[in-house]
């Protein structure tokens, strides 16, 4: 088939505007492209902000620990509130509910 020099430009154009159209689509909306990415980009700001929050609990259990291997008050307050301990000499009133 033999097309006129014309027809040839059109047909380039048409073949040009679909590889355009086909290579913005990808882009967008196919494996790592731009809506993939917006969606891992919040996962990965949802599970930085998990991190953070476990890391600062992790330090407040560090630091209870540490409180309780070496302020003897600490533990003595554990003792009364949990195991209802008394010291010689205190009262202990027991309420009914």
């Known amino acids: 088939m033999i097309f006129s020099p014309k027809a040839k430009r059109e047909l380039s154009w048409?073949?040009?505007f679909t590889s355009c159209l086909t290579l913005m689509y990808i882009l967008v909306f196919g494996d790592g492209g731009f809506v993939q990415?917006?969606?891992y980009r919040a996962e990965l700001q949802d599970?930085?902000?998990e991190n953070l929050r476990l890391r600062k609990k992790h330090r407040d259990y560090l630091e209870r620990i540490d409180r309780l291997k070496t302020d003897a008050y600490?533990?003595?307050r554990i003792a009364r509130e949990r195991y209802n301990f008394a010291r010689p000499g205190d009262i202990i009133v027991n309420l009914q509910e």
């Open 37 to 39: 990415v917006r969606k």
């Open 47 to 49: 599970l930085q902000l």
């Open 74 to 76: 600490e533990i003595e």
């Open 14 to 16: 048409i073949l040009l």
